[in-house]
């Protein structure tokens, strides 16, 4: 795309996206994200009614009478967004590509962190880290962080998570959101070990971009060249009996067992987002889904 047409297709995606977050999500996000940023204030004698959770277990020793840890709420977060540029982010079988829908994305969390006065960074990564802002508040910055997403070209086609992890584990020093934005089609154990570590610095939220064409491929009776956008592998699939479909069904079955099995422990909820979809109709659910939590 030429200059012209990136500040086109960043300014259909403001808009769209701007009046949804004025309309709906930005509600959404205070509620669930508000009190997450904390720092820790004083303790206080325990009443009835207090969170046992909030307990101070050290100086309740001491004192051998029971106290909580009492917290003042940050009047800001800082929100990161981590973007998988990889050569399988440019397949779409739908209305849009998977980086259209990545780009869709960060626009709704990115507008609704702005109406909070909240710091936003970006992070793209391929199998190499290719672009890293730093967490900025600001309009300005907040429109950079779409263009980038909507039109960059990666130097590199390879996809590798755990490396993006490991980044923003080193580079971010305080606590924050984190969303992780990728098809996760890639080996769990090379990105196990920094998600468990990211987990336990982040609120980390991985969302999980979908085609329907790489779970059901059409019954077209010949065989076509398939063509891995990230190796550049060329592989002859059969499309005219159920033996390419069965064999991609399994597979992707036990990808979602295992991930859901990486994610579990740490009481990760992913977001899935079929780019054939509205990109925001599952974002708004979850977050609906996570806010009643709270108000438990």
Request: proline letters at 4%; charged letters at 25%; glycine letters at 6%.
């Amino acid at each position: 795309m030429d200059t012209a047409e990136i500040l086109k297709k960043v300014r259909q995606i403001e808009i769209k996206t701007g009046r949804l977050v004025s309309e709906t999500f930005a509600g959404e996000y205070l509620s669930t994200f508000k009190g997450q940023g904390i720092e820790f204030s004083e303790v206080r004698e325990y009443t009835p009614g207090d969170d046992v959770r909030s307990i101070d277990w050290n100086v309740t020793a001491r004192s051998n009478t029971p106290y909580i840890k009492q917290y003042n709420e940050e009047r800001e977060l800082t929100l990161l967004i981590a973007c998988d540029v990889s050569g399988s982010q440019r397949f779409g079988s739908a209305d849009k590509l998977k980086q259209e829908a990545a780009a869709e994305l960060t626009a709704l969390f990115a507008l609704s962190a702005l109406t909070n006065n909240d710091k936003v960074g970006l992070l793209l990564f391929s199998d190499q880290i290719e672009l890293y802002v730093p967490p900025r508040k600001g309009k300005k910055h907040i429109l950079r962080l779409i263009r980038e997403v909507v039109a960059f070209e990666p130097k590199r086609t390879g996809t590798n998570i755990g490396l993006g992890l490991e980044t923003l584990n080193k580079v971010i020093k305080r606590q924050g959101i984190l969303l992780l934005i990728s098809d996760f089609l890639a080996p769990l154990a090379s990105f196990a070990k920094p998600l468990r570590l990211a987990a336990k610095k982040f609120d980390l939220i991985p969302i999980i971009l979908q085609d329907k064409l790489e779970r059901q491929l059409p019954n077209l009776g010949v065989c076509v060249d398939i063509v891995d956008p990230e190796t550049g592998q060329t592989d002859l699939i059969s499309l005219s009996s159920g033996e390419a479909n069965q064999a991609l069904s399994k597979f992707h079955q036990e990808h979602s067992t295992q991930l859901r099995r990486l994610f579990n422990p740490y009481k990760i909820e992913p977001i899935l987002v079929d780019t054939a979809q509205n990109t925001a109709d599952p974002v708004i659910a979850f977050f609906k889904r996570r806010a009643r939590k709270l108000r438990r």
